[in-house]
Nanobody, 123 residues
Framework: QVQLVESGGGLVQPGGSLRLSCAAS????????IGWFRQAPGKGREGVSC????????YYVDSVKGRFTISRDNAKNTVYLQMNNLNAEDTAVYYC????????????????WGQGTQVTVSS
């Protein structure tokens, strides 16, 4: 069974940090670009970050630059999103996704999606 499973979400106070994990099973991520997306209440799904299969390309949307870091460990078949200095606007369900193309934060073209993990930033 091909699937992606996110983990690491939870409740964190403003200014805190959280590390999300995206673990693949049923296939290997070596040749896939991986993107992180999020959906806040009342808003559509938006791209956050992406990383190429070789790690030669990384991209972050302006709202998370300097705060979030994407990385991957192909030996563990896992991609991570380190989130620092979190604020209330980061509250959302976070999804990871895989595609066989280029690193992009546009959701079209991604072949596999996880079920999401909830991140809530609140005091």
């Amino acid at each position: 069974q091909v699937q992606l499973v996110e983990s690491g979400g939870g409740l964190v106070q403003p200014g805190g940090s959280l590390r999300l994990s995206c673990a693949a099973s049923g296939f290997t991520l070596d040749h896939f670009a991986i993107g992180w997306f999020r959906q806040a209440p009342g808003k559509g799904r938006e791209g956050v970050s992406c990383i190429s299969s070789s790690e030669s390309s990384r991209y972050y949307v302006d709202s998370v630059k300097g705060r979030f870091t994407i990385s991957r460990d192909n030996a563990k078949n896992t991609v991570y999103l380190q989130m620092n200095n979190l604020n209330a606007e980061d509250t959302a369900v976070y999804y990871c996704a895989a595609n066989a193309g280029l690193c992009t934060v546009m959701p079209t073209g991604y072949d596999y999606w996880g079920q999401g993990t909830q991140v809530t930033v609140s005091s």
